[in-house]
């Protein structure tokens, strides 16, 4: 398990892809609209991790109602597993809430589910494992 991005909630994507390319001093190397979640993504490499950007694609958008809740920001750390079934089963276990305890479709090539907050420090996690690597 290691850490595979970070992702940040941000109002406004095109701005928030220029913040950061000065930032990082690099290019933005991949952008993705995932239907199922509502979002368009913008990927960073920085290292062995990632730099997502989240940005709504609609008003029902989980990432909109982040931000009007909580406005822009961090909104989940991902760690990347290589067998997300037994990952759930395991947590499941240990007693962790599930958002979602079956897999969807993520961006990047990924399957990812989400645990609750509340039993995490008030950090939304994802796990993921790319689609392919079962």
């Known amino acids: 398990m290691h850490i595979d991005h970070i992702g940040i909630a941000v109002s406004d994507l095109e701005s928030a892809i220029s913040t950061y390319e000065k930032l990082l001093n690099r290019t933005c ?6 239907a199922e979640q509502s979002v368009e993504t913008a ?3 920085t290292g062995e991790s990632k ?3 989240l940005g709504a694609t609609n008003s029902e958008s989980v990432i ?3 931000i009007s809740k909580r406005g822009e920001g961090l909104h989940h750390v991902a760690f990347e597993v290589n067998n997300l079934e037994k990952e759930i089963t395991r947590l499941k ?3 962790f809430t599930l958002l ?7 961006a990047d090539n990924k399957k990812i589910v989400f645990l609750h907050p509340k039993e995490s420090n008030g950090v939304l996690v994802e796990l993921c ?3 392919g690597d079962d």
């Open 64 to 66: 909109r109602k982040f």
């Open 51 to 53: 730099v997502e950007l």
């Open 93 to 95: 276990k240990e007693g």
């Open 100 to 106: 979602n305890e079956t897999p969807s479709a993520g």
């Open 129 to 131: 494992q790319t689609v």
């Open 43 to 45: 990927f960073f490499k």
């Open 29 to 34: 190397y991949k952008r993705e609209v995932v």
